[in-house]
T-cell receptor
Framework: DVKVTQSSRYLVKRTGEKVFLECVQD?????MFWYRQDPGLGLRLIYF???????EKGDIPEGYSVSREKKERFSLILESASTNQTSMYLC????????????FGDGTRLSIL | GESVGLHLPTLSVQEGDNSIINCAYS??????FIWYKQESGKGPQFIID?????DKRQGQRVTVLLNKTVKHLSLQIAATQPGDSAVYFC???????????FGKGTSLLVTP
């Protein structure tokens, strides 16, 4: 089975802090994704990566950056956390785009105070 | 994007009945569709997928139907069980691109 592991289930940070969310997949997938999930808004794509050191903006990249130094690890960075970034963050990975599903981790619930 | 939508936000069914969850999409270039199940406190879990060159696909107790003429997708769950209670999302992939467009979800509640 595909395993996507997010380093923290719950995280509380303060406004202005730099926040790192980590995600690791164990299936040698090419593609990795970061979403945020908010009530009434569904899942929205923040960034994705199709290869090591490659990244593409999703629908809502503002206030975020990403890093993919190794194939199995994809990090989401909140450069200066703000309260409107309080959300559930979901990481996903996939092998081949368009023909295979994305597999998700269990999420990090991030609260910015 | 919001091209993927769900007809009903909540669905309540009795244990043992069949459930049908519907989804509409608007992009003719959508070529791959996925159903996910999300239980409370967990990430979305892959259930079943279908490509646009098919109109039906079956799994264990689940069937996905795709009607390209009316741009409609449905998930059928046979003999619904309490463990099926969750939020169900459909997602579409357009032109075999990287990103998925997700619907907002339907909450399925299975009553004894």
């Amino acid at each position: 089975d595909v395993k996507v592991t997010q380093s923290s289930r719950y995280l509380v940070k303060r406004t202005g802090e730099k926040v790192f969310l980590e995600c690791v997949q164990d299936m040698d997938h090419e593609n990795m994704f970061w979403y945020r999930q908010d009530p009434g808004l569904g899942l929205r794509l923040i960034y994705f990566s199709y290869d090591v050191k490659m990244k593409e903006k999703g629908d809502i990249p503002e206030g975020y950056s990403v890093s993919r130094e190794k194939k199995e690890r994809f990090s989401l960075i909140l450069e200066s956390a703000s309260t409107n970034q309080t959300s559930m963050y979901l990481c996903a990975s996939s092998l081949v785009q368009g023909v295979q599903p994305q597999h998700f981790g269990d999420g990090t619930r991030l609260s910015i105070l | 994007g919001e091209s993927v939508g769900l007809h009903l936000p909540t669905l309540s069914v009795q244990e043992g009945d069949n459930s049908i969850i519907n989804c509409a999409y608007s992009n003719s270039a959508s070529d791959y569709f996925i159903w996910y199940k999300q239980e409370s406190g967990k990430g979305p879990q892959f259930i079943i997928d279908i490509r646009s060159n098919m109109d039906k696909r079956q799994g264990q107790r689940v069937t996905v139907l795709l009607n390209k003429t009316v741009k409609h997708l449905s998930l059928q769950i046979a003999a619904t069980q309490p463990g099926d209670s969750a939020v169900y999302f459909c997602a579409e992939n357009v032109n075999s691109g990287y990103a998925l467009n997700f619907g907002k979800g339907t909450s399925l509640l299975v009553t004894p």
